[in-house]
């Protein structure tokens, strides 16, 4: 596990600068976070956060164009990417360590004086209805989409990170300006620096992320549960495979028993020896990727089973899947389950803190959404503390029949089966 060291400061205005200092690495992510994501939009600029985020790339007051944004990274030999998600929006560099400065410049030149031309707006929203014809053509993709808007319904939670193409084609220049305003402030942002950097480092960022004061004026919009009415969605489809999310409401990350949730995805489908590989795939023969996984918001969270499944088995996956969850749910795990699982999550979290880019995303993150400063050590001691009695427990909480929801992409299936294999 690579050692590291986190220096943090916050400054006046409320912008929080972090340097995460590892050891035996030349690289560094310059990553910045806002906590400017989809569930801060209202339904008429649904996509607007995610489009946004492409129009930065447009150029700023040094670097014009998206031309001299791209060829002054790609001449470094850097990496530069970003993503949005339903509560963050990121944005990062990834370089060598005498590339720091040039990563900050493009980085705070392209946030700080964007200008959104109108001719790059348009160009742009060809771009972004290619992208979310892409997902549709992508099932094993577009059905994680489809089961958080079963879960959440029409809030903004539920609702696509992309947007539906209507509100894509109409979005102006003035939303962009709008949103930007709202949301990218000082106290909005967490801008981290993790790999060959110490705590010197941290005048460097203040140097050239000069923001403009600013107050945060867009809210996150809370969980509503009264949402959760529909029992199952499908989306008819001609694909070779059927695509299905089967699961339920989950934790938040911030519930102290989210490490828990963790070890019980991890049992049931984290890895090759799950019970969902093992007896899903491996015996009855009915897939070939499967997975649960285990997602949390800030205030709500998912737990699911994807697996892409046969055609003419879809029915026998769903109950497959559902014997599984009804198994741990009445009989709990064994001890060596518990054992093996907890290793494996610890494992995982160790081999994250090799990469400069995880390493600047857990604590940049933690720091925007629950203002944690949690060590990756920390982590993984919550992982070691877990309890059998804890999982079984929570097992016989989130998976209970009535709480089944289900999302399916692929041709036509029997609803009626199907409904009563879910409930």
Do not use: W
């Not at 938040?252 to 049931?268: G, M, N, W």
């Not at 699982?341 to 995982?348: D, I, L, Y």
């Not at 929801?405 to 009563?420: C, H, N």
């Amino acid at each position: 596990m690579n050692s590291m060291k986190l220096h943090s400061k916050k400054l006046e205005n409320g912008l929080t600068i972090q340097a995460v200092e590892m050891s035996g690495t030349n690289v560094v992510t310059s990553l910045i976070l806002v906590g400017a994501g989809s569930r801060n939009e209202e339904k008429n600029i649904n996509g607007i956060a995610h489009f946004l985020e492409h129009m930065f790339f447009k150029g700023g007051g040094k670097y014009k164009t998206c031309s001299a944004v791209a060829s002054t990274i790609d001449g470094l030999g850097a990496e530069f990417n970003a993503f949005t998600s339903e509560e963050i929006v990121g944005y990062y560099v990834k370089s060598a360590k005498k590339h720091v400065d040039t990563s900050l410049d493009v980085l705070s030149d392209m946030l700080i004086k964007a200008r959104f031309p109108k001719k790059e707006i348009e160009k742009e929203r060809g771009v972004i209805l290619e992208e979310i014809a892409m997902y549709l053509d992508l099932p094993m993709q577009q059905i994680a989409d489809d089961f958080t808007t079963l879960l959440f319904g029409d809030q903004p939670l539920g609702r696509s990170v992309l947007g539906p193409p209507e509100v894509i084609k109409s979005v102006t220049q003035k939303d962009f300006f709008d949103y930007k305003e709202a949301l990218y402030v000082p106290e909005n942002t967490v801008i981290t620096l993790a790999g060959a950097v110490g705590k010197e480092d941290i005048s460097r960022v203040e140097k050239y992320f000069d923001f403009k004061p600013g107050i945060q004026t867009k809210k996150a919009s809370p969980f509503d549960s009264r949402f959760l009415e529909k029992k199952y969605s499908i989306r008819e489809k001609q694909t070779e495979q059927y695509h299905i999310s089967f699961g339920v409401l989950g934790l938040s990350e911030k519930d102290a028993r989210y490490p828990v949730q963790q070890v019980l995805s991890t049992i049931l489908g984290g890895n090759m020896s799950s019970r969902m590989f093992l007896n899903v795939r491996e015996e009855k023969g009915l897939c070939y990727s499967i997975r649960t996984i285990s997602g949390g918001y800030s205030d709500i969270g998912i737990f699911t089973t994807r697996a892409g499944v046969r055609l003419d088995k879809v029915l026998n996956a769903v109950e497959a899947i559902r014997t599984e969850y009804n198994a741990i749910a009445k009989n709990g795990t064994t001890e060596e389950e518990l054992i093996k699982a907890k290793a494996f999550a610890q494992g995982r979290i160790d081999l994250s803190t090799e990469d400069t880019e995880k390493v600047a995303f857990h604590y940049g993150s933690n720091t925007l959404l629950y203002t944690l400063q949690e060590s990756f050590e920390e982590e993984k001691q919550k992982i070691a503390k877990v309890t059998k009695a804890e999982v079984d427990k929570l097992a016989k909480e989130l998976l209970q029949p009535e709480k089944y929801r289900f999302s399916g992409i692929g041709p036509k299936i029997d609803e009626e089966k199907l409904l009563r294999l879910i409930s």
